[in-house]
Nanobody, 116 residues
Framework: QVQLVESGGGFVQPGGSLRLSCAASALIFNGYEMGWYRQAPGKQRELVATLNTLGTIRSYASSVKGRFTISRDNAKNMVYLQMSSLKPEDTAVYYC?????????WGQGTQVTVSS
């Protein structure tokens, strides 16, 4: 089954932390650069972080650089996003997908809400 399943979202106060997880089917994951994306209400989906196949080259949107860390476990077909110093503007539904994204692979995402 070809799918991406995101988890780990929730409600957190400003300054808090969350760790998102993405379970990917091998067909999607193996040998591909992966990314985390997010979509806030009323806004387009944006790329947040990317990681190459070996897990050695990372890139981040300027809005999250220094606060978010992307990682992957190639043995488990998993991608993670560690988020710290969260801000209200980080509120969004977070998705994982290949980079560049493949439209038919989008999952349900996981909601992150940052509010006091």
């Amino acid at each position: 089954q070809v799918q991406l399943v995101e988890s780990g979202g929730g409600f957190v106060q400003p300054g808090g932390s969350l760790r998102l997880s993405c379970a990917a089917s091998a067909l999607i994951f193996n040998g591909y650069e992966m990314g985390w994306y997010r979509q806030a209400p009323g806004k387009q989906r944006e790329l947040v972080a990317t990681l190459n196949t070996l897990g050695t080259i990372r890139s981040y949107a300027s809005s999250v650089k220094g606060r978010f860390t992307i990682s992957r476990d190639n043995a488990k077909n998993m991608v993670y996003l560690q988020m710290s110093s969260l801000k209200p503007e980080d509120t969004a539904v977070y998705y994982c997908n290949r980079r560049p994204s493949v439209p038919e692979y989008w999952g349900q995402g996981t909601q992150v809400t940052v509010s006091s």
